[in-house]
T-cell receptor, first 114, second 111 residues
Framework: DGGITQSPKYLFRKEGQNVTLSCEQN?????MYWYRQDPGQGLRLIYY???????QKGDIAEGYSVSREKKESFPLTVTSAQKNPTAFYLC?????????????FGQGTRLTVV | GQQLNQSPQSMFIQEGEDVSMNCTSS?????WLWYKQDPGEGPVLLIA?????ELTSNGRLTAQFGITRKDSFLNISASIPSDVGIYFC???????????FGQGTRLTINP
């Protein structure tokens, strides 16, 4: 089945460590996005990419990095520079280049700093 | 940056009641989307709207694209326990590269 897969579902990180969250889609979508969600809050955009080898900062990019080497994959690295990384992270994709604007989300990764 | 004002922030209703929520913006949008998020899961797309005045239904859910293009409404009829969750609106302006999301409406249903 076509979809968007995030892994792992739960992730624990020690302070000072970098961690990478995986996001893979087989929907043949051009655009991919990373959002952060804090308890009781809405979605805040971290980074987005409309095409392979290109990406743009969102509203809260500091302390995060991404890569887009393949159309299907958009991993997010939470670096030690992110002061408060504990949150629920959501990846999404959409067929932007074909003017299909609906974004479809993965199941999310809950990151906890211990 | 652009913002969507979604209201109410939370709703506490009895099973069987109808629900209404809305999103407003100071900007003109050419696409409105409504999502539902269950606890610990990613949002799921419910309804997409593309034309001003458009009224679209998905089962007990009905959404409308406001005529001014600055607002959208979502109604849920005869609520049931599985309707519990957070509902998000999202919109895109002409030429924008990304969606703008509302802050969400948290729906709680008393059986």
């Amino acid at each position: 089945d076509g979809g968007i897969t995030q892994s792992p579902k739960y992730l624990f990180r020690k302070e000072g460590q970098n961690v990478t969250l995986s996001c893979e889609q087989n929907l043949n979508h051009d655009a991919m996005y990373w959002y952060r969600q804090d308890p009781g809050q809405g979605l805040r955009l971290i980074y987005y990419s409309q095409i392979v080898n290109d990406f743009q900062k969102g509203d809260i990019a500091e302390g995060y990095s991404v890569s887009r080497e393949k159309k299907e994959s958009f991993p997010l690295t939470v670096t030690s520079a992110q002061k408060n990384p504990t949150a629920f992270y959501l990846c999404a994709s959409s067929g932007w280049a074909r003017s299909i604007v609906e974004a479809f989300f993965g199941q999310g990764t809950r990151l906890t700093v211990v | 940056g652009q913002q969507l004002n979604q209201s109410p922030q939370s709703m506490f209703i009895q099973e069987g009641e109808d629900v209404s929520m809305n999103c407003t913006s100071s900007s003109i949008f050419n696409t409105w989307l409504w999502y539902k998020q269950d606890p610990g899961e990613g949002p799921v797309l419910l309804i997409a709207l593309y034309k001003a005045g458009e009224l679209t239904s998905n089962g007990r859910l009905t959404a409308q694209f406001g005529i001014t293009r600055k607002d959208s409404f979502l109604n849920i009829s005869a609520s049931i326990p599985s309707d519990v969750g957070i509902y998000f609106c999202a919109g895109r302006t002409q030429g924008a590269q990304k969606l703008v999301f509302g802050q969400g409406t948290r729906l709680t249903i008393n059986p």
